[in-house]
């Protein structure tokens, strides 16, 4: 074949074998290990940024959240409205029907004599 002279660094041509063996890839699987560099100014760093964030204050957090308390803020006020209105339409109708009750009572002597004792 003419491409397996050509390949590049990395890829495998066909005329190269593959070791399709699952042992072997289960035993190099167990035998890896990542051993990172240990960063020396990780835990000093961790810390000054909880002080940091422990130090800010309220207006500064409503800065950096301005969508969700924007969201917050719409939810509450939609909320109240909704709750203020709906106490209102039940006080204006509790207010409407003693007044037709007053009224009746006090044109209609049928329902005055049944009022007096």
Known sequence: ??????AAPGVLSPAM????SPDSLAESLRSW????????????????RIGRQARAS?????RAHPA?????????L?????TGTALARARTQADRE????TYLVVLDPRVQSLLKP
């Open 1 to 6: 074949m003419i491409l397996r002279d050509f």
């Open 17 to 20: 074998p593959m070791n399709n």
């Open 33 to 48: 290990r990542v051993t990172p560099p240990a960063d020396p100014g990780f835990r000093h760093r961790v810390w000054q």
């Open 58 to 62: 309220w207006p500064a957090y409503l």
């Open 68 to 76: 969700a308390w924007s969201l917050a803020a719409v939810v509450a």
């Open 78 to 82: 939609s909320a109240a409205a909704s």
């Open 98 to 101: 003693a007044m037709v009750v």
